[in-house]
């Protein structure tokens, strides 16, 4: 017999703590599976493609296709599991008659994690890469589906409160999600059918990283951050409007993208940023004191840091319209935004939100997330510095702060990965203060 059933405790309760733990376990198996694959496919390929691409003063050397999986690796592999692992924990949150969808949940991660290590596998090697890339697209697009449609079947009951912006801009990136696996799939099968190589043509893979970093990562982070640095930060309530014309703009600098109409595309992520910023106040006061018990004290100043980073990167963007003439100061600005702000956002909010959802769990070093923090916004502004400088032939010495500020990153995705796999060996906070609590006996 099931012993919380057997002290009295009510059978739905039951069935929640069954389903949180479910969830927890969950959880904890994407962020592990987002770790390995930020850690190695991820950035060891794109510390090894900048190493390479630096020797020889350009990247006409090196195998587009590398650098394709690369990015797939960071977008998908890693930001994009955590985005999954988030989605399915926060089933259980919801006020739904429905048990945790266990057997989908697992059955997805599965099919995700397959996808994405066959994309990688396929754009690196190149062997049998007409299967496995259209294969690698069908399994992500499988492993989404699974959980889009547990989200709509654990929906909230009818009758409840009205959706607040933050869960609205969530959804809305959520379906851009599958927009984008569908995209992914579409493409990697016409490739396998018509095309001589696994690299995506240019125009084409630009296009894609713009959905992808625009219509899901970026918004996302809008969305959690709406709900969660009221709590964490401190700051007012957002502004619901002003982050809804936020996203909306960041819609029509996507729509533009794909028009090719690139000084629009560059105004439009330009105002997006700056009235999502303003929306979520994140420069102004704090009306109620930080919440930084377990994580280092200068949290709510990295999260700001992170936004001056989106902020450098839309304004790169339209210097770029004008002055980019070998891709440098384009390349700079997609490394603001996706290491900048999307990477150091992970550093910062997942390593504050990812530990309690892997089973109530207490981050194991404040410190290492200190300088893990402080080494990714050094390697990022060396890298943001020196690619304008090296592409656009400025100036030379430009060409061996490259490689350095890749492993400055390296260093500081070590110390972040090391971190939060410590932090998941170790036992949950209330079993780890039994033990005191009987010592103090």
């Known amino acids: 017999m099931n012993p919380l059933v057997s002290i009295g405790t009510p059978e739905s309760e039951t069935a929640r703590i069954t389903g949180e733990r479910r969830s927890q376990h969950l959880v904890t198996a994407f962020v592990i599976t987002g770790l390995l694959f930020m850690l190695l496919p991820g950035t060891f390929l794109g510390v090894w493609n900048l190493l390479n691409i630096s020797q020889e003063h350009g990247s006409g050397s090196i195998s587009q296709a590398w650098i394709q999986a690369h990015g797939q690796a960071q977008i998908f592999g890693w930001v994009g599991s955590f985005i999954l692992g988030i989605g399915f924990y926060s089933l259980t949150k919801m006020k739904s008659t429905r048990g945790f969808p266990a057997r989908a949940a697992w059955l997805s991660w599965a099919l995700w994690s397959a996808g994405v290590l066959a994309r990688w596998f396929g754009g ?37 409160k009205k959706p607040e912006v933050w869960a609205r801009l969530v959804v809305a990136s959520t379906v851009v999600f599958m927009l984008a696996l569908v995209s992914n799939c579409v493409l990697l099968f016409h490739q396998a059918l018509v095309a001589n190589t696994p690299a995506l043509p240019h125009v084409l893979d630009e296009q894609f990283v713009v959905l992808a970093v625009w219509g899901v990562l970026v918004p996302t982070i809008w969305g959690f951050n709406a709900r969660w640095l009221p709590v ?12 809804y014309a936020a996203y909306d703009l960041s819609l029509v600098g996507i729509g533009a993208t794909f028009l090719s109409w690139l000084p629009v595309a560059a105004v439009a992520f330009f105002v997006s940023t700056w009235l999502a910023i303003d929306g979520l106040h994140i420069w102004k006061p704090a009306i109620n004191p ?15 840091l992170t936004y001056t980073w989106l902020a450098i ?37 997942g390593l504050r939100v990812l530990p309690a959802f892997c089973g109530m769990r207490i981050l194991w070093s404040t410190r290492l997330m200190f300088w ?35 492993i400055i990153e390296l260093s500081a995705v070590t ?25 103090r006996g």
């Open 372 to 406: 893990s923090l402080v080494l990714l916004f050094t390697g990022c502004f060396l890298r943001v510095l020196a690619e304008p400088l090296a592409y656009q032939n400025i100036w030379a010495p430009a060409w061996k702060i490259l490689p350095v500020s890749a």
């Open 313 to 349: 990167s839309s304004v790169l963007g339209m210097l770029a319209v004008v002055w980019d003439s070998s891709g440098g100061i384009w390349g700079a600005s997609r490394h603001a935004v996706t290491v900048g702000f999307v990477a150091a956002m992970v550093f910062s909010i």
């Open 290 to 304: 930080p919440k930084i018990v377990h994580v280092d004290p200068r949290f709510p100043w990295f999260v700001r």
């Open 415 to 439: 110390f972040f990965a090391l971190n939060m796999a410590v932090t998941l060996l170790q036992p949950p906070a209330h079993l780890r203060a039994q033990p005191a609590a009987a010592a």
């Open 232 to 243: 964490f930060l401190g700051l007012p309530q957002p502004a619901e409007r002003t982050l």
């Open 124 to 160: 690196v090697t190149g062997d049998g890469w007409r299967i496995v890339l259209p294969l690698s697209g069908a399994l992500q697009l499988a492993a989404f589906v699974l959980f889009f449609l547990s989200v709509r079947r654990h929906r909230p009951e009818p009758g409840g």
